[in-house]
């Protein structure tokens, strides 16, 4: 089972004996959902006007947003190793950090003063940053600020700093520092210092935790894919600007070089492109920028659409068929 966050709420999705995905439920139909998390029967769904819980798996719902002082959501995720530990980042740039499965949340500051300090932004909003992605490994944790650099967190994500290799400034691009405009961060379940990060210039990778970066491939790109087996096997959404020309490719040495990952798919898209991939079990699920949601088969990468009815996808989170009720 999966759960999709739209821009129509939240899309309760099963898969049949036969492969086939089939829409179950909805809920919160009239807010604008950006994320979505689910742990042990407990739903935590990120939207435009703050975070919403559910304890019985989304039959009903109610606001948990105490003390969330920025009430736009773009990104949810939760400790993969400590029960009741959620991350969320807002709109404009910030991060709120809750020990309670959401009912109660603490402002980092820390971040909201380097938003203010170096003057983060939006190309396409007023508002100031965004954080738009986090990235576990044991107690290190990893944040994409768009556009202001990359943020790293030593003890689980209660406190942050910049990481070394980021100066926080918005026009900053200059090698070994990475490119500011962050779109999302992954690092490598090999090692807490093998990270990754799509950004507006470039795809790169750091080996020393953030404090140096190297450009991998030269392009805009938003979602990347590391395969947990193979640190060398990496599937990425290029593009060649914002939303023009996006593709899927793949690269079985780390980066250096690309090959083409598009079986059954008209590409290069013209006015969209990757925004996010999600493994669920052997699939990987790609929501694209106009909100269609692809799954291929990790084995072979060949794509399809799945769930045509379904539009304004914006995030995946998967849950276990036995703990829902829906």
Known sequence: MILLATEHGLVFCQRNGAGDWKVLNRALEDLSATSVIARQGVILAGTTVGVYRSDDLGKTWHQASAGISVRHIRWMAYHPDLSDFELCGSEPAGIFVSRDGGKNWRECSEVTEMRNRFGWYLPYSPEAGCVRGFSYHGNRCYAAVEVGGVLVSDDGGETWSLAQGSTGKPNSSMLPNIHADVHSIAVHPSSKDWVFAPTGGGFYRSVD??????????????????????????????????????????????????????????????????????????????????????????????????????????????????????
């Not at 023009?244 to 013209?270: K, V």
């Open 209 to 326: 935790g953030g404090a140096s970066w190297e450009l991998l491939y030269r392009c805009y790109c938003r979602a990347v894919w590391l395969d947990p087996a193979d640190r060398d096997h990496i599937i990425l959404g290029p593009a060649d600007g914002v939303d023009h020309n996006g593709r899927i490719e793949q690269s079985y040495n780390s980066g250096s070089t690309w090959e083409d990952a598009t079986s059954g798919l008209s590409t290069p898209w013209q006015r969209h492109m990757v925004e996010r991939f999600t493994q669920v079990g052997g699939d990987l699920l790609a929501v694209l920028s106009n909100g269609e949601l692809l799954a291929a088969p990790l084995a072979s990468l060949a794509w399809h659409k799945i769930l045509p009815d379904v539009t304004g996808v914006a995030a995946v989170s998967e849950i276990e068929i036995g703990d829902s009720s829906n």
